[in-house]
């Protein structure tokens, strides 16, 4: 028979109705495909999508056939499976640094990949208690302006903000621009942080990805600060990055802790903390940074999280306390 105008693109389109419409559990028969060809306006005979399905497992594509009542064909393993694209559209979807919309685009986007019978299930709605509505729309580009300068060893600058409680942003430095060599994204509790060689405190320091603003890549630069970032403590940084203290120095702290807090511990530090049981208590050493938001939280245990060292944290820990206590008696408390 004449080819049509459309019979070059017959393979895509073989290929794109496959994975469109076929799973494991939905195969398709061969009148079907001619049907769906000839609605893309491409004629085919029988022997033609026959040598076509042959090509297709050439080129790698997983085309199975199934026997029963009769023959269908399907797609077996696809680049991504089920449970992966589920899995990183909960990654998406979860994430607090990503804005509601741009989780609900990457969420259409990923669903898009599977066949048309498993989309219901990706297709679905995330909440986060901590998102807020303000978040920054610019993190994906930050995100290229991070890889970019990495890749060709640039530094890069940016304004870095937080939030004040009128929920403005309040601008870092008043407002300057950092200048920074970046070296690493990390993800940690769903946040994403660069880690990099800050010029103006030369150190290294971590920096929320969705609180940077107007980030640009320096063309004319070259990173520094390697010797530093070989010898900076990732682990140690991501612990301080636990309690939103950045910047500060990391401790080896010791904690005492009741029987019933060791699954809270393990999730909080990993399972590679080690614990030292002592009856109806155990002892785990941890790497933080300690301040107020780190207190705030072994406070909040209740007294069944004690600190027990270094000395001077134990100390810093124990007047906390002692000051919220005479906050809450109020001022004749205080002034006895």
Same mark, same amino acid.
């Given at each position: 028979m004449a080819k049509s105008a459309n019979q070059k693109k017959k393979l895509m389109v073989l290929r794109g109705i496959l994975l469109e419409k076929t799973d494991s559990g939905h195969g398709i028969s061969m009148s079907e495909l001619i049907r769906s060809l000839a609605a893309h306006g491409i004629k085919a005979e029988r022997k033609s999508v026959? /040598?076509?399905?042959?090509?297709l497992r050439e080129l790698g594509v997983d085309v199975k056939t199934k026997r029963g009542r009769g023959v269908s064909y399907y797609v077996g393993e696809r680049e991504f499976s089920s &449970?992966?694209?589920?899995?990183? &559209?909960? &990654?998406a979807g979860s994430s607090k640094f990503i804005p509601l919309e741009k989780s609900r685009e990457l969420n259409e986007k990923l669903a898009s990949l599977a066949g048309v019978n498993e989309r219901r299930s990706l297709k679905r709605d995330f909440y986060v208690s901590s998102r807020g509505s303000g978040r920054n729309d610019d993190i994906f580009k930050n995100i290229d302006v991070i890889f970019d300068s990495i890749n060709d060893d640039r530094d890069m600058e940016f304004r870095y903000f937080g939030w004040d409680a009128r929920k403005n942003k309040k601008y870092h430095r008043g407002g300057r621009t950092y200048r920074v060599s970046p070296w690493s994204l990390i993800w940690d509790d769903s946040n994403y942080y660069l880690a990099g060689y800050d010029h103006e405190s030369k150190e290294m320091r971590h920096f929320r990805v969705d609180k940077m603003e107007n980030a640009a890549s320096l063309p004319e630069s070259k990173r520094t600060g390697r010797d530093k970032f070989e010898k900076y403590d990732v682990a140690s940084a991501c612990a301080g990055a636990m309690f939103g203290m950045f910047g500060g120095k990391p401790e080896r702290v010791t904690l005492r802790c009741d029987e019933a807090l060791a699954n809270v511990m393990i999730d909080r530090f990993g399972q590679? @903390?080690?614990i030292l049981?002592?009856? /109806? @208590?155990f002892s785990i050493h941890v790497n933080v940074v300690p301040g107020e938001t780190f207190y705030g939280w072994v406070a909040g245990f209740g007294g069944r999280v004690r600190v027990l060292a270094p000395e001077q944290v134990a100390a810093e820990y124990s007047a906390l306390l002692k000051k919220a206590d005479a906050a809450q008696r109020g001022p004749e408390a205080a002034g006895n």
């Open positions: 026959y /040598d076509d399905l042959n090509a &449970a992966e694209l589920k899995l990183l &559209a909960d &990654a590679s @903390t080690v049981n002592d009856g /109806d @208590t």
